[in-house]
């Protein structure tokens, strides 16, 4: 596993789930178009990374089966007035599978998965989003994970 097959899978997960959004598609059909014609493949001159398929298939599958907790944990971490419904679909896709890493996946250290998704926030917004990302993705953490995050504060 290399970490740069995580960040290629992390990209792949909000491009499929910005894509079963405005399509309508369902996990097993975003899956196979992405295992098959995005992961480290050349799309339109556009390089896509290679990806840690196992990943992949966890986190958007993840993702998509917990959407209501995750959903609602966005919701209250969102300022008052600002609905997850309301938020851009890209940045819900990064939101979503952000979340799902951070409530879910306990083997991924939180501060690499906030991390990750502020980058990937980066690759699609030069504005205030990446920062949107990190600020409601660590409000997450907090409620889910507090402990791992009070322990990295006192440990460094």
């Not at 789930?17 to 899956?31: C, H, Q």
């Not at 799309?43 to 398929?53: L, Q, Y």
Request: no cysteine; hydrophobic share 45%.
């Amino acid at each position: 596993m290399k970490p740069a097959e995580r960040s290629g899978a992390r990209l792949a997960v909000v491009q499929a789930l910005y894509e079963m959004e405005i399509s309508g598609k369902g996990v097993i059909d975003a899956l196979a178009e992405f295992e098959a014609f995005w992961i480290g493949q050349v799309v339109d001159g556009i390089e896509h990374p290679p990806a840690e398929t196992a990943f992949f298939r966890d986190v958007l599958r993840g993702a998509v089966e917990e959407q209501r907790v995750i959903d609602q944990r966005l919701d209250g971490a969102l300022s008052a007035g600002w609905p997850l419904r309301r938020v851009e679909a890209v940045l819900r896709a990064i939101l979503r599978a952000g979340a799902y890493e951070v409530i879910f996946r306990k083997d991924v250290p939180v501060r690499v998965a906030i991390s990750e998704y502020v980058d990937v926030a980066h690759s699609f917004y030069g504005g205030d989003e990446p920062g949107l990302v990190n600020a409601v993705l660590d409000k997450v953490a907090r409620a889910a994970r507090a402990e791992e995050l009070d322990g990295a504060a006192r440990d460094g």
